[in-house]
């Protein structure tokens, strides 16, 4: 007689089963196996009961629930741990390019700073500039000024024309040209060529009277109407700065008036 083991139940008798032969129940976790081989794998196990897994197969063949419970945690901290470093990451990046972006920015102003203190520094002062307080008005006589050359007051009906003479001008006509805005650059009579040069070529062409004077207490003098400055020489880097500072100013009576349609020539014309 041969034993057969069924899980948890008695299983109906083999019809091919000799007259006497019984099925006998038994636990789930015993089987005894009278008369053959007894299974060596899991498949041999299916073929002879193939209704019914065993819990060590079902154990076997697919992961527990805590096991896929483990194995989802254990994937979702390492998704969480590369999210982490990525962040980490783009914050390096945006913390490295602001850093550049203030240091690029903090170079550029030290860089400008620097330009505009080495500008300053190199800019000619205009601090020895004489300022006056003329009185205006017209006169067809001659006029005692108190400056040399004169930096205002009282001057002829008509204005010099603006430009550049070889000789002496008479002073009423300069006058009124500076009344209009001009500046008057005199300079002495032995100035040396090259400087008398220089100064025609540094001028500006409109409100500008340029002509030598005699008795100038410098080689060179800047006026405006109610400023003066005594200068070195042509090439004298303040030149430049009065005429940019005072030529068309609001100190002048009439600033933009008419520098053309009055007179030309020197003295007595």
């Given at each position: 007689?041969?034993?057969?083991?069924v899980?948890?139940?008695?299983?109906?008798?083999?019809?091919?089963?000799?007259?006497?032969?019984?099925?006998?129940?038994?636990?789930?976790?015993?089987?005894?196996w009278?008369?053959?081989?007894?299974p060596?794998t899991?498949?041999?196990?299916?073929?002879?009961?193939?209704?019914?897994?065993?819990?060590?197969?079902?154990?076997?063949?697919?992961?527990?629930?805590?096991?896929?419970?483990?194995?989802?945690?254990?994937?979702?901290?390492?998704?969480?741990?590369?999210?982490?470093?990525?962040?980490?990451?783009?914050?390096?990046?945006?913390?490295?390019?602001?850093?550049?972006?203030?240091?690029?920015?903090?170079?550029?102003?030290g860089?400008?700073?620097?330009?505009?203190?080495?500008?300053?520094?190199?800019?000619?002062?205009?601090?020895?500039?004489?300022?006056?307080?003329?009185?205006?008005?017209?006169?067809?006589?001659?006029?005692?000024?108190e400056?040399?050359?004169?930096?205002?007051?009282?001057?002829?009906?008509a204005?010099?024309?603006?430009?550049?003479?070889?000789?002496?001008?008479?002073?009423?006509?300069?006058?009124?040209?500076?009344?209009?805005?001009?500046?008057?650059?005199?300079?002495?009579?032995?100035?040396?060529?090259?400087?008398v040069e220089?100064?025609?070529?540094?001028?500006?062409?409109?409100?500008?009277?340029l002509?030598?004077?005699?008795?100038?207490p410098?080689?060179?003098?800047?006026?405006?109407?109610?400023?003066?400055?005594?200068?070195?020489?042509?090439?004298d880097?303040?030149?430049?700065?009065?005429?940019?500072?005072?030529?068309?100013?609001p100190q002048?009576?009439?600033?933009?008036?008419?520098?053309?349609g009055?007179?030309?020539?020197?003295?007595?014309?």
């Amino acid at each position: 007689m041969r034993a057969v083991r069924v899980c948890g139940c008695s299983r109906a008798p083999n019809p091919t089963a000799h007259a006497g032969e019984a099925v006998k129940a038994e636990p789930c976790h015993l089987r005894v196996w009278l008369g053959s081989r007894v299974p060596r794998t899991l498949a041999e196990m299916r073929g002879s009961f193939p209704g019914r897994a065993t819990s060590t197969e079902e154990q076997l063949v697919s992961p527990s629930g805590s096991a896929n419970k483990q194995a989802r945690s254990s994937a979702q901290e390492k998704l969480s741990d590369l999210r982490g470093q990525q962040a980490r990451r783009e914050r390096r990046q945006r913390l490295t390019i602001w850093t550049a972006a203030i240091t690029a920015v903090v170079v550029v102003a030290g860089v400008v700073a620097a330009t505009v203190i080495v500008d300053l520094r190199n800019t000619p002062t205009l601090d020895a500039v004489a300022t006056y307080t003329p009185e205006s008005g017209h006169t067809e006589d001659p006029v005692t000024y108190e400056q040399t050359p004169p930096a205002g007051g009282e001057h002829a009906p008509a204005w010099l024309n603006c430009g550049t003479y070889e000789a002496p001008v008479t002073n009423e006509n300069a006058v009124h040209s500076m009344e209009h805005g001009a500046v008057w650059v005199t300079y002495r009579p032995d100035l040396p060529a090259a400087q008398v040069e220089t100064l025609r070529q540094s001028v500006p062409d409109t409100y500008m009277v340029l002509s030598p004077f005699d008795g100038l207490p410098a080689p060179v003098v800047a006026s405006a109407w109610g400023k003066q400055l005594t200068l070195e020489g042509a090439d004298d880097p303040r030149l430049t700065e009065f005429i940019r500072e005072f030529r068309q100013s609001p100190q002048a009576p009439e600033p933009g008036a008419a520098c053309t349609g009055g007179i030309d020539g020197g003295q007595g014309s």
